[in-house]
């Protein structure tokens, strides 16, 4: 009776250690997986893109070309206003080009990125702008190469993201897109007639050439022909490019780790002079014949830990070097008039500084406006145009150490 007693507990402790061996813990939880499109479906026809005004829900890059301003609404398209009378600024019309990020503008001719592509308009009537040219697939480089349809040899982008519930035994499924970096779309010009950006820029146009940078990559085209673009080559830049700006014979390029100079005497082979390093942070980047003006900021998409105004000397571009550093409270762009800069500084308002001295600019603000919320600014002939998440604000800088409020584009949630 014993020993039947004790075989039966030895078969009961075997279940019951098999069974434990097969129980599985399922669990679950959200993601963001990237939403995929193939370019023909997001390439529309120029007809479908020009659309009647549409309110302005989001604020990416501005531009100014003459009497109107163009300001991007980022991944979606652009909004033309006729800027005649800065109090006033009227909505023309608004072009729908999907991935959208940057524009720039060559003697009437609008050049802007759609995803992969290179599109250009005709701003004869900015009422009608008509599509006169579309370079496809020169821009594949912001977008990694397993973004192709295993079923297909069509270019697929990420149009955006969904959050998604997952199991964890389809985990092997969606691995291969879990926490994954995708590269969705997050000035006085020499030689032309062309436009002005801001310090936030991937575009610009010099000497019958548009430069256009990514993450890591300059793309240049042949401008001389305005309404039909042509590729000329990519050159390596390195990873975290941010901004381009233009000054004279050289490019200023901004980036995570630092400031590039290129000389573009010769405007289809750009040589590189130099490179300003400083610690990781985002970091745009505005010029005299002197100085560099370089803000870093911290941030998710940046990493760092610094925010600071960087005064870098110019003069042997060759050997910048840094002169000062001051503390700001998050630095965006920036902009110069003459001897005064103007600092976005993000949620922490708009500050203007004299910049005569720049050993002493600290101590030389004209102005702290805190309740601007303020990412990107242009001086432009007519108003200073101020960019931030709440709109688009206007001021009269006639006497620089008082801005004049003129006007302000709201947007649309902020009604």
């Not at 309740?371 to 998440?389: F, Q, Y």
């Given at each position: ?47 479908q893109m020009v659309v009647l005004p549409q309110p302005l829900e989001s604020t990416g890059k501005i531009y100014v070309y003459g009497d109107y301003l163009f300001i991007n609404e980022p991944m979606k398209g652009v ?30 001719m609008l050049y802007v990125d759609s995803y992969v592509d290179l599109l250009t308009f005709d701003l004869s009537d900015p009422a009608k702008p008509t599509l006169v040219n579309r370079n496809e697939d020169v821009f594949v480089s912001l977008y990694q ?271």
């Amino acid at each position: 009776m014993k020993l039947l007693k004790k075989i039966s507990l030895l078969l009961l402790a075997t279940l019951l250690f098999y069974g434990c061996d097969k129980v599985t813990t399922e669990r679950s939880y959200q993601v963001r997986l990237p939403k995929f499109e193939s370019m023909s479906a997001l390439r529309l026809s120029g007809d479908q893109m020009v659309v009647l005004p549409q309110p302005l829900e989001s604020t990416g890059k501005i531009y100014v070309y003459g009497d109107y301003l163009f300001i991007n609404e980022p991944m979606k398209g652009v909004h033309i206003y006729n800027n005649t009378d800065p109090k006033n600024p009227v909505a023309v019309t608004y072009l729908k080009v999907p991935g959208n990020v940057d524009m720039a503008i060559n003697a009437g001719m609008l050049y802007v990125d759609s995803y992969v592509d290179l599109l250009t308009f005709d701003l004869s009537d900015p009422a009608k702008p008509t599509l006169v040219n579309r370079n496809e697939d020169v821009f594949v480089s912001l977008y990694q190469r397993d973004y192709t349809n295993a079923s297909s040899d069509e270019m697929m982008v990420v149009s955006g993201y969904r959050d998604t519930l997952i199991s964890s035994k389809d985990e092997d499924i969606y691995k291969p897109y879990i926490q994954k970096e995708y590269l969705v779309y997050d000035n006085a010009n020499a030689g032309g007639n062309y436009g002005q950006g801001g310090s936030m820029a991937r575009f610009t146009l010099s000497k019958e050439h548009l430069y256009a940078v990514d993450h890591y990559k300059l793309h240049l085209f042949q401008v001389s022909d305005k309404r039909k673009p042509a590729y000329v080559k990519d050159i390596e830049l390195g990873w975290g490019i941010e901004t381009i700006f233009p000054y004279k014979d050289h490019l200023f390029i901004g980036s995570n780790t630092g400031m590039f100079i290129y000389d573009v005497t010769t405007p289809g082979e750009p040589a590189r002079v130099s490179h300003y390093q400083h610690m990781r942070a985002c970091d745009p980047v505005v010029v005299n014949d002197d100085y560099a003006f370089v803000t870093l900021r911290t941030g998710v998409a940046c990493g760092g830990a610094q925010n600071v105004l960087e005064v870098v000397d110019i003069k042997d571009l060759a050997n910048p070097r840094l002169v000062k550093s001051y503390p700001m409270k998050n630095p965006h762009g920036l902009s110069l008039a003459d001897d005064v800069l103007y600092l976005c500084e993000g949620a922490f308002g708009f500050k203007s500084f004299r910049v005569s001295d720049v050993h002493n600019v600290a101590n030389n603000v004209l102005e702290n406006l805190g309740n601007l919320v303020s990412t990107d600014v242009i001086v432009a002939p007519k108003s200073l145009i101020v960019i931030g998440e709440n709109g688009v604000s206007q001021y009269d800088y006639t006497d620089k150490a008082q801005l004049k409020f003129l006007s302000k584009i709201q947007l649309a949630k902020s009604n």
